[in-house]
Each structure stands twice: as C-alpha cells, then as structure tokens.
C-alpha cells in the first residue's frame, strides 16, 4: 500500500474535508423535481360543466329561428324551429318524410308529441297532424326525421352529467359560429344518446349548429321572439298513419296481372 509523504497529506486534507460541502452545495442548487403534470381529466371535466351549463341556457332560451341543414349528396334545406314560451316546440322539416318528397312538421305541446304532414310536391293534400303519444314518448323509428332532436331533446343527454358522454372543445367547423365542443360517447351501447358530433351554442344559449356524421345544422339569421305557445300545422285526425321517413316501396311489376289474365 502507497504511503503519503507528509507534503501530500498537507495538500490533499483540505481537499477532503471540502468534497463534501461541494456536493451539497451542488446537491442544493438543483431544483427539486417536479410532480408529473397530468390535466388531461381536469381539462375534460371543465368542457364537460361549459357544455351542460350552455345546453341548460338552451333549454331556457324561447325563441324562432331558421336554420339550413344540409347533408352530401342532397340540396340543403331549411328548417324553421319554434321554442315556445311555455315550453311547447316545432320544428318543420321539408323533405323529411317518404324518401324526401314529403315535407313535415314535428311538434310537442302540452297534448303530446305530434307529426304534421304539409303540402308538398309528394304529397298535395292539405296540412294534417297525427298524435305520436305523450309528448316524452319516443318517435317511432320508421316516422322519426332525426333533426328536431338536435335542438330539442338531446339538450337533456348534454346536460345530464349521467350520461356517458366525452366532451372536449373544439374549433367551430367551417361555416358554424360560437362556442363548440366534441361530443363523443363512451357507451359500449349500440344505441347512442345522441349523434356524435360537433355541437355549437351562442353564450345565450342559442343553438348556432351541430356537425354530425349525418349533416350539418347551422344558424341561418339572428333568432326572432318567441310566441306564447306553438300551433299545430292542420288539425289532428285518427284515419291515417304518421308518414314515414323512407320512400314507399316501387310497385312490384310480378305482382300485376299479366296480359290475357281476366
């Protein structure tokens, strides 16, 4: 083993004695590591309250408004929806029944839950409405235009924090307006709360559009007053069927008598 000569141990005491107090000092002047940032949840959480507290201001908001929804491969049309100031609704769809030849309006008051038949092209008889049920009943699937629930009932889905939905904000998509969130859902369900989509409000409330993947809705004008109530298309009757969404069904040549058959 080496021996220290006396004139290295006088150069290297001091050395050994400071090390440490380097260290430290070294160990001091680094900043203590910092928690991992996670405000993804955080983030999410805040969307989901704006989003409820905007749907919550629509569900308040009475008012008259025309909207163009427009879906690919179809000309764009015009939807007039009335919120009422006692709560009832309507919402007129042209082109929303038998396959797009038939225009409708579908409307809740306090007698329930209504589909109109309007004049139209397809169909040139005059303004009828049919009783669906209860105005909180559900549309018939075959009778069920899908665009009133955009300004309607799916306010309910956005503002239940129940519902399994995921929310995030979003950029309004090209030719929609306000403040828009993301609204996807976390249902293993096949049958969604609603549309998945982009949905759009005002800070009033007002709806100013929804992308989804069926089409997009956008506000076409600034909104009017609301009346006190809305008023049915044309008066109930009870010999007939609501309409249904799809065409009818082609004739079936086969189904003809043939030539010669008496």
């Known amino acids: 083993m080496p021996v220290l000569t006396r004139s290295a141990g006088r150069v290297l005491g001091p050395l050994v004695f400071a090390l440490p107090a380097l260290l430290l000092a070294c160990t001091d002047a680094q900043p203590p590591t910092p928690p991992p940032a996670d405000p993804g949840p955080v983030a ?5 309250d704006e989003l409820a507290t905007l749907a919550a201001a629509a569900q308040d908001r009475h008012l008259v408004a025309q909207y163009v929804y427009a879906e690919t491969g179809k000309p764009a049309r015009t939807i007039a929806f009335t919120s009422a100031n ?24 306090s007698d329930g839950l209504f589909q109109c038949a309007l004049p139209s092209a397809g169909r040139p008889e005059p303004a009828s409405c049919v009783r669906l049920g209860e105005r909180d ?6 009778a069920d235009p899908r665009i009133q629930h955009l300004l309607t009932d799916w306010l309910d889905v956005l503002t239940d924090r129940r ?4 929310v995030a904000s ?10 828009c969130y993301s609204v996807d859902s976390t249902s293993a369900s096949l049958n969604a709360p609603l549309d998945v989509g982009i949905y759009c409000y005002d800070r009033d409330g007002t709806p100013t559009g929804v992308r989804t993947e069926a089409g997009t809705l956008r506000l076409a004008a600034p909104p009017g007053a609301a009346p006190a109530t ?3 298309a044309g008066p109930v009757v009870v010999d007939r069927d609501p309409l249904d969404i799809a065409a009818p069904p082609s004739p079936d040549p086969s189904g003809s008598p043939s030539a010669g058959t008496p």
């Open 44 to 48: 999410v959480d805040a969307a989901r």
């Open 137 to 142: 009943d559900a549309i018939p699937r075959r």
């Open 86 to 109: 006692d709560g009832s609704w309507r919402v007129d769809v042209p082109g929303g029944a038998l396959g797009g030849t038939a225009d409708i309006s579908m409307a809740a008051t």
């Open 170 to 179: 979003a950029n309004p998509p090209e030719g929609l307006t306000g403040t």
């Open 163 to 166: 519902s399994p939905l995921a």
């Open 230 to 232: 809305v008023q049915l």
